[in-house]
């Protein structure tokens, strides 16, 4: 189940129209947000979804920039991560094989909208916990 519907996805497009893919657009950002979200704490109501409202709006406009990019990107599947150029007519694609100075370059699989989002929502596994963990025992 997506994290934001069509009709919130539509509205965030204004005044773009929606893509014909919106849907599936939506359940694959859920998808991808919910591999971002391994190892989150948050409270969860009984379908799993998040009771507290700040966290499942966090979730949607995460999702939401995620179809975005997905839909900017016109890559769904992840498939032309590696492309550095592209044809259309005679179809010419080239893959991205050299490195830059952090590795090979990719484009990359989340939107930085969407990950903001969650960081500033405090719910990515990667944010410290001071509250629990500080003062380090000695």
């Known amino acids: 189940m997506a ?16 893509p014909a893919q919106a849907r599936r657009l939506l359940e694959t950002a859920s998808d991808l947000i919910d591999e971002l979200l ?24 995460a999702v939401i920039y995620q179809a975005q990019y997905m839909a900017a990107t016109g890559d769904e599947t992840g498939a032309n991560a590696n492309v550095s150029s592209m044809s259309q ?9 050299g490195s830059g100075s952090k590795g090979a370059v990719r484009t990359p699989r989340y939107s930085e909208n969407a990950v903001g989002v969650l960081r500033s929502a405090g719910v990515l596994p990667i944010s410290a916990r001071t509250d629990r963990w500080w003062p380090w025992p000695c």
């Open 3 to 18: 994290y934001a519907t069509e009709a919130e996805f539509a509205d965030f497009l204004t005044p773009d129209s929606p």
């Open 38 to 61: 391994v190892g989150a704490v948050y409270a969860v109501d009984g379908q799993g979804s998040p009771s507290d409202p700040a966290v499942a709006d966090a979730f949607a406009k």
């Open 89 to 97: 007519g005679g179809l010419s694609i080239t893959r991205s094989v």
